[in-house]
């Protein structure tokens, strides 16, 4: 699993409240990435992250900021979130090995916005 | 628009059958994945191919690149419950980060006993 544990597992909360998901990995990989996943759309990157402090966009980056200040965490944060943003999370490392490239996905972050 | 275009979404089947998923693109694409995942976990790379003409095979399930790099199938053959899941492939455009993926809607496979 790469040693990769999300946090919170599941979370109910209320539209407008702020909302923080924690991503720790424990093998010090330089790339983390987050993704969203719900029906029909597969996953869509969300913010990536290529070292301490240096972050990115994605493709549904729009309402989401993140941050990196340790390697091993990878926090994201709804500022005041929506009933759109509902939806299960997940966050990924990717790491080279010597047959190329591997993508380990966390177990996964249920979130409910009512 | 959905970038990568997987078909068919939803297929059922019985034990032993083969079967076969598309995962269809109008870009090319550096490098595809395969990928299953179980309900409540992440997805699990099955397979990563590179090169046009690609073929790769994981005991049942063979995973086919297109030449022109656009699209990939997976093809299982004799079908076994422990097969259900959802699968999803994913693409890498360019040079991009191979963390930087798109992915294709899923399908979600039930292979009854």
């Known amino acids: 699993d790469a040693g990769i544990t999300q946090s919170p597992r599941h979370k109910v909360t209320e539209t407008g409240t702020p909302v923080t998901l924690r991503c720790h990995q424990t093998?010090?990989?330089?790339?983390m990435y987050w993704y969203r996943q719900d029906p029909g759309h597969g996953l869509r990157l969300i913010h990536y992250?290529?070292?301490?402090?240096?972050?990115d966009k994605g493709e549904v980056s729009d309402g989401y900021s993140v941050s990196r200040s340790k390697t091993e965490d990878f926090l994201l944060t709804l500022e005041s979130a929506t009933s759109s943003q509902t939806s299960v999370y997940f966050c990924?490392?990717?790491?080279?090995?010597?047959?190329?490239?591997?993508?380990?996905f966390g177990e996964g972050s249920c979130l409910t916005v009512v | 628009t959905q970038l990568l275009e997987q078909s068919p979404q939803f297929l059922s089947i019985q034990e032993g059958e083969n079967l076969t998923v598309y995962c269809n693109s109008s870009?090319?694409?550096?490098?595809l994945q395969w990928y299953r995942q179980e309900p409540g976990e992440g997805p699990v790379l099955l397979v990563t191919v590179v090169t046009g003409g690609e073929v790769k095979k994981l005991k049942r399930l063979t995973f086919q690149f297109g030449d022109a790099r656009k699209d990939s199938s997976l093809h299982i053959t004799a079908a076994q419950p422990g097969d259900t899941g959802l699968y999803l492939c994913?693409?890498?455009?360019?040079?991009?980060?191979?963390?930087?993926?798109?992915f294709g809607q899923g399908t979600i496979l039930t292979v009854h006993p």
């Open positions: 994913a693409g890498v455009i360019g040079g991009t980060s191979y963390g930087k993926l798109t």
């Open positions: 093998e010090n990989h330089r790339y």
């Open positions: 870009s090319v694409f550096s490098s």
């Open positions: 992250s290529y070292g301490v402090k240096d972050t």
């Open positions: 990924a490392i990717s790491v080279r090995g010597c047959s190329g490239t591997a993508i380990y």
